[in-house]
């Protein structure tokens, strides 16, 4: 139910309010900075709400590149959210550098504007292959301070942190209703949009995972494009395949990572990515899609890895490079560590 229904909205808690306390309680010495950080993203996240509220009339008003009804170009959606972040955190001095998901490049601050001490790396809208049928979708963020020194403009190192140095991260699911999750190291927060009062609501504070949950979320049909032991897990989950530690699951995929990590983050379960002879390094994104959502999933006490190591440890490389990926309950990842360290060889009972 949301808190704008159950509380009175004199006695909320805003998304505003509620980063001041923490930062008050958590780093009392702290600027100020990153709170403010934190509200830009808050702010892009309602502008890119409001826009994919209205999603489903893009082809009342016109596809990407066309003209709409007030003679202006329509901008496709992920266009739009990719520009929105841009916007709310290239200008405000707060970061030194960014990285999207949808640009091949850092994108530098703008000359003749201030650089701040944090990088910020996202991914705008992603799942973006069900923006078209309505299906829920999400923008994920990375927020790292700054290793390269001074004040100038930041450097390509700057992004290439571990996992691990987050100082913060986060995704707004905008899915039945609009939610903003987040950590700052201090538990994970979930706020509720109430577009009644245009804010994010404290809904769902200090958020656990179960360590053995009941869903797995995997795309079944790479079945035959997996290492056979990435086969025998799954045959565990599915129960066609006995293992003492693993009870059978339930399955549930959406095909759009946000909402099928927040069900599982809320609800108990592991999503996994692996590697398959297609995606010999996995599909998705190291630093915008599996550092930042492991970060949530270990403040929430979960764990994520790439099979045989925490995501939070991995060294990038390359800006867009893509890792395995299993998120979720700390026994069910752990329970994947340990089938993916023994040898690649047929079980006879499978
Ligand atoms: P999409 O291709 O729709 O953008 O990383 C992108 C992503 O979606 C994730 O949101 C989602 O979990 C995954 O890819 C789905 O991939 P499959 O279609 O291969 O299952």
């Known amino acids: 139910m949301r808190a704008s229904l159950s509380i009175p909205l004199s006695r909320v808690v805003t998304i505003e309010s509620f980063i001041i306390d923490q930062e008050k309680k958590h780093a009392p010495e702290a600027t100020g900075e990153l709170s403010n950080l934190l509200y830009d993203i808050g702010l892009a996240a309602k502008i890119i709400n409001s826009h994919v509220r209205m999603a489903g009339l893009a082809d009342i008003l016109g596809s990407a590149g066309a003209v709409n009804v007030q003679g202006e170009v329509v901008q496709k959606l992920d266009e739009f959210a990719n520009d929105t972040m841009k916007h709310a955190l290239l200008r405000t001095g707060r970061a030194c550098l960014l990285a999207s998901e949808e640009d091949e490049e850092p994108i530098p601050i703008p000359p003749g504007y201030r650089t701040g001490k944090y990088t910020i790396l996202y991914d705008p ?104 032991r990435v086969q025998k897990i799954v045959r565990c989950w599915k129960g066609t395949l006995t293992e003492p530690n693993m009870k059978p699951k339930n399955s549930r995929y959406i095909g759009s990572l946000v909402a099928d990590f ?89």
């Open 125 to 228: 809208l992603d799942g973006s292959s069900n923006i078209d049928v309505n299906v829920s979708i999400g923008t994920i963020f990375s927020i790292h301070r700054r290793v390269s020194e001074g004040n100038g403009p930041g450097e390509l190192r700057d992004c290439l942190q571990p996992g691990r140095t987050q100082v913060a991260a986060g995704y707004v699911l905008y899915g039945s209703s609009t939610m903003l999750v987040y950590s700052t190291g201090q538990g994970v927060h979930g706020f509720t949009f109430d577009p009644t009062i245009g804010e994010f609501l404290l809904s769902h504070p200090n958020i656990t995972t179960p360590p053995v949950g009941k869903y797995y979320s995997i795309n079944e049909s790479n079945f035959p494009r997996w290492d056979i």
């Open 262 to 350: 927040h069900r599982n983050l809320l609800a108990g379960g592991i999503f996994a990515y692996p590697a398959d002879t297609k995606s010999p390094n996995g599909k998705l994104r190291l630093l915008y899609e599996c550092a930042p959502l492991a970060f949530l999933c270990e403040q929430a006490g979960g764990y994520a890895s790439d099979g045989s190591r925490p995501i939070l440890d991995l060294e990038p490389a390359e800006l867009h490079q893509r890792s395995p990926f299993f998120v979720g309950g700390r026994d069910d990842v752990r329970f994947v560590e340990e089938l993916l360290a023994q040898p690649a060889v047929a079980d006879r009972r499978a």
